[in-house]
């Protein structure tokens, strides 16, 4: 998914976890996503586009085992559990983390083409319900309807739902050929895809973290925070 709907994640986690940090959460559903961006700078990982891009189907996450495979994922969310809930003795805040992580892996099954590997070293099979790439009006609509579903659960103010639709409005040329976009100068220019990425999370964390400051719920404002 884009970033402003693992972004929102975070409202989902937030409202069943009231007491942990939104930065905590923040920091988790995009934590892979960082090291995604260190690994494809470093020359880890790689992403390739077409000759011309038109769409988020000619962007290829073409190498990327160890930020978005289903084993790395997994082990890094299960490590972060055993961190905060066994040796730092703060199991909700290990339980919060430890899903934030792995729902990176579950929204992005949904929309990738097929690029998941199962783990590194393992070229097949690659996971992915391709939705960018085959019906990406539909995936489009499901990021919209998901990103909205976020906000309305976690009962956040009007600013913060305005941030979500123009967020998800401004990749629609991403989806559609027939929108034009910044997209069309970004054919061959890897390292400038990732950047945009990064500068697109870090704006996206930013504003529904900013956003989303309101009261704890009545029953537990006497408690404090993790």
């Known amino acids: 998914m884009f970033a402003i709907n693992h972004a929102a994640t975070a409202l989902l986690i937030k409202r069943r976890f ?3 940090r939104m930065v905590w959460l923040l920091v ?5 996503e960082f090291i995604w ?23 290829h996450l073409s190498y990327m085992p160890y930020s ?14 055993l961190v905060f809930a066994v040796w730092m003795r703060r199991p909700r805040l290990g339980l919060a983390i430890g899903i934030g992580i792995a729902s990176h892996l579950v929204l992005d099954l949904i929309t990738h083409a097929h690029d998941l590997a199962l783990a590194p070293g393992l070229q097949t ?3 992915g319900l391709g939705l960018y790439a085959n019906l990406p009006i539909a995936a489009f609509i499901l990021e919209l309807a998901y990103g909205t579903f976020c906000w309305w659960v976690y009962k956040g103010g009007k600013a913060l739902l305005a941030v979500i639709l123009l967020f998800n ?7 559609s050929p027939a929108v034009s976009g910044l997209e069309s ?17 870090i704006v996206t964390l930013f504003l529904v973290g900013w956003l989303s400051r309101h009261p704890l719920p ?5 408690e404090t925070e993790v």
């Open 125 to 127: 099979p690659k996971l």
């Open 185 to 201: 100068s970004l054919a061959q220019r890897p390292t400038v895809i990732v950047l945009l990425i990064l500068f697109e999370i």
């Open 218 to 222: 009545a029953g537990i404002r006497s």
């Open 68 to 81: 978005h495979s289903v084993a790395s994922i997994l082990l890094i969310s299960f490590a972060s559990w």
């Open 18 to 20: 009231p007491l942990v």
């Open 169 to 175: 409005a401004a990749n629609l040329s991403f989806l």
């Open 28 to 32: 988790a559903v995009q934590f892979m």
């Open 37 to 59: 961006v260190i690994l494809n700078l470093a020359g880890v990982e790689s992403t390739t586009t077409e000759t011309s891009v038109h769409s988020v189907a000619d962007i």
